[in-house]
């Protein structure tokens, strides 16, 4: 039995040989499912064993993989290699905030986006309310003590007709969380560090994302499912994941989990955030690379100088040298 044939990537300290594995978990920025991803770095290295070559440079590897992805996937996902390439050299880290109400599938999608993204960062909403209640006690924010479709609960007075007691619980909870979120993404700005934030209070309209404006590049998004009885069936699967999220008590509350769902979607649609529908995982995740690379297309365009140089963001400097003197 012969050695497997062992092909260079030249241009790559110190020269590592090229892995099916490693170059598909590299595809899935495309959009791709890794079951696809493989196959695309399956058939690469096929042709490269075909044209009987001992190392392979960047480049041409490159515009191999866009062949290959052009035939088995289409150009959809040649384009997107070719943007994500392209704008790989980022200077500002991506923040990525994904929306939505309970049971929409906002965990997997976030956890699932981060790995085909190579972030390492994902933090849930949840967590910082958690953090928050060590600070605030219930007497002082009884909102925070509270799940996000049940928030009508601790209103201390029922507000005026004919406003919705839930969604009042829900922003007033929102807006406590929202002072993390916007923590979350100054340190992630001055860091320099990727992240993806998920959960029900990442809602358009409670955080200003044109004040960290060149300092990160932010893509909010907006999960639903719109289909009540697909979104019902979300819980039963969770009530088989953990038992601290009993299916009994989401049945309970869905009337009002739809309700903030309403809302969170009124809101995204009046902010201009994109609205994404959960009704694929993969179609979800692929929807969602597409905004991303569209989107770090247009800020790698608008910092471009008509040199063809980069523009220095005087704010983020500035929040750099700050950060150095702490």
Wanted: aromatic fraction near 6%.
């Amino acid at each position: 039995m012969t050695d497997k044939k062992i092909i260079v990537i030249s241009g790559v300290d110190p020269g590592l040989p090229y892995s099916k594995g490693l170059w598909a978990s590299e595809l899935m920025v495309t959009g791709l499912s890794p079951y696809r991803a493989y196959q695309v770095a399956e058939q690469v290295e096929q042709r490269l064993i075909e044209r009987n070559v001992v190392s392979v440079t960047t480049d041409e590897l490159d515009d191999l993989t866009i062949d290959v992805l052009s035939d088995l996937a289409g150009e959809r996902y040649a384009t997107n290699w070719l943007k994500w390439r392209e704008i790989s050299m980022l200077d500002a880290p991506l923040v990525i905030m994904i929306g939505g109400a309970t049971g929409v599938g906002k965990s997997t999608i976030a956890t699932q986006l981060a790995v085909r993204l190579g972030i390492v960062r994902v933090v849930a909403t949840d967590a910082i309310r958690e953090v928050m209640r060590a600070l605030f006690t219930s007497e002082l924010m009884p909102t925070l003590y509270t799940s996000s479709f049940e928030a009508d609960s601790a209103l201390r007075e029922p507000p005026p007709r004919p406003l919705d007691r839930v969604i009042v619980g829900f922003r007033e909870q929102t807006a406590a969380v929202a002072v993390g979120i916007r923590a979350l993404v100054e340190r992630a700005a001055v860091e320099g560090t990727s992240i993806v934030i998920e959960g029900a209070h990442v809602v358009p309209g409670f955080f200003d994302l044109e004040a960290f404006e060149g300092r990160v590049l932010a893509v909010p998004v907006v999960v639903t499912v719109d289909d009540e009885d697909l979104h019902r069936s979300h819980f039963a699967v969770r009530s088989t994941d953990a038992s601290s999220r009993p299916f009994e008590r989401y049945v309970q509350g869905f009337p009002n989990i739809r309700r903030v769902q309403k809302y969170i979607k009124s809101q995204a649609l009046s902010h201009n955030v994109p609205v994404i529908p959960n009704y694929s995982l993969d179609q979800a995740l692929a929807a969602i690379i597409d905004l991303v690379v569209d989107r770090a297309t247009d800020y790698m365009r608008s910092r471009q100088q008509p040199d063809g140089s980069k523009r220095r963001h005087p704010s983020r400097e500035a929040t750099r040298l700050e950060a150095s003197k702490r």
